[in-house]
């Protein structure tokens, strides 16, 4: 299992150095030491308190830290939980992404069928104001009738 020096796993976790600082102290997060007297957190030492911390190490990276700690096998068997762990919280990133998008399209229906309304509506008004607006009467018949039928009131 990978090791990072505290700084690293600060930032592997997204929190400040100080913080994991605090954590040691208080015994809620142990570490081992290296030879030089610095600190070594375990990656799963840090998943248990940090669930969302990111300890999936680059290839090369990864590929360095087995040659210089542990054979492969046993790196890949202690990897593999971590990444189905990871695996199954970006499916539920994705689950919730997609629940999310299509309420968003849900929403988008809605609005379409409340802007379609409200144009009915304002289509219907503007006849009524226009009805309201002009002369409603058919023309008068006196244009048809001629000079004498306009004379004599026919």
């Known amino acids: 299992m990978p090791q990072f020096t505290v700084a690293e796993a ?3 976790a997204g929190v400040e150095r100080t913080t994991l600082y605090r ?9 081992s030491q290296d030879v030089a007297g610095g600190k070594l957190i375990d990656a799963s030492e840090l998943l248990r308190v940090y669930a969302e911390a990111d300890v999936v190490t680059p290839y090369g990276e990864l590929a360095a830290l087995q040659e210089s700690s542990e054979p492969q096998s046993a790196t890949e068997a202690d990897e593999a939980p971590l990444l189905r ?3 199954a919280m970006h499916e539920r990133q994705v689950a919730d992404l997609e629940r999310r998008l299509e309420q ?17 509506d ?5 006849r009524r104001l226009t009805a309201v607006l002009t002369d409603q009467r058919p023309p008068a018949a006196t244009a048809s009738r001629g000079f004498f039928g306009r004379l004599f009131g026919r």
């Open 85 to 87: 762990q990871r695996l």
């Open 23 to 31: 954590k040691l102290q208080k015994g809620e997060i142990s570490a």
């Open 104 to 120: 968003v399209r849900h929403d988008k229906d809605d609005v379409i069928d409340d802007l379609r309304r409200r144009l009915d």
């Open 10 to 12: 600060a930032r592997r």
């Open 122 to 126: 304002e289509s219907a008004e503007r």
